[in-house]
């Protein structure tokens, strides 16, 4: 096994801000709302989501983040996809974002639940009608024949539906993910980056430190 002799990224420098634990928001939502507000969490505002499967291995994948409010993080997926599986048995999962324009991300470990089913009534309706007709083509991360199977099934939808409005699935909806546990992760110069680490008490206040980097 050869290792390389001019690895990536050696030279990157981390400069660009500073996060200090004196100064960070009482609320990790405010301090995520500051940094989001910065514009910078990316063009699809999508974020990792990690759940641990039944062989212990946790699984990553992106989804778009909805929204988030003072509670959490919301999400919209298949309930019974691989991830939808794994948060319905174990509740929890965690969020990565990475920001590289600013240096920085957010790992967030949190509870999930699902979100009302009129809220998610109402943003099925919202999402453009293709999105709707494919989730009910066959259930998220399903073995499929070949791709001829999916359009051919879109096709069928299409004049099923022509005309009508189509109803959501009971198995697609929202989850609200809501933290336990969220790191601030800025990027700063000689390695020695800031790392803010706010955690749920059993009181429910948040208590801020910081880590090593
Ligand atoms: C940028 C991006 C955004 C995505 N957004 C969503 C989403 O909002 N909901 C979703 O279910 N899948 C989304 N996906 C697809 C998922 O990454 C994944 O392939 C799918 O949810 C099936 O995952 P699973 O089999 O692990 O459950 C997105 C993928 C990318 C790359």
């Not at 929204?67 to 174990?90: C, L, M, P, Q, V």
């Not at 943003?123 to 199977?149: A, C, E, H, W």
């Not at 099923?160 to 110069?189: C, D, H, S, T």
């Amino acid at each position: 096994m050869n290792y390389s002799e001019s690895p990536f990224n050696i030279n990157h420098i981390y400069d660009k801000f500073k996060l200090d634990e004196t100064k960070v928001r009482k609320n990790p939502m405010e301090q995520f709302d500051d940094w989001f507000a910065d514009g910078q969490i990316n063009e699809t505002s999508a974020v990792s989501v990690s759940t641990v499967e039944e062989d212990g291995c946790p699984r990553t994948r992106m989804v778009l983040l909805n929204s988030y409010n003072w509670d959490g993080f919301i999400f919209y997926t298949h309930y019974d996809s691989r991830k939808g599986k794994a948060i319905e048995k174990t509740r929890q999962a965690c969020l990565h974002f990475f920001l590289p324009r600013v240096q920085r991300q957010i790992i967030v470990k949190a509870n999930l639940e699902r979100i009302p089913e009129n809220v998610s009534d109402r943003y099925f309706q919202m999402i453009p009608r293709g999105n709707q007709l494919s989730s009910l083509i066959t259930r998220q991360s399903k073995q499929v024949p070949n791709r001829d199977f999916l359009t051919n099934k879109m096709h069928e939808l299409e004049k099923e539906f022509r005309g009508k409005e189509i109803p959501r699935p009971e198995y697609w909806g929202g989850y609200l993910a809501k933290p336990y546990e969220i790191e601030f992760w800025q990027g700063r110069g000689d390695s020695l980056h800031d790392r803010v680490l706010y955690n749920l008490t059993a009181d429910l206040e948040w208590e801020i430190s910081r880590l090593a980097p």
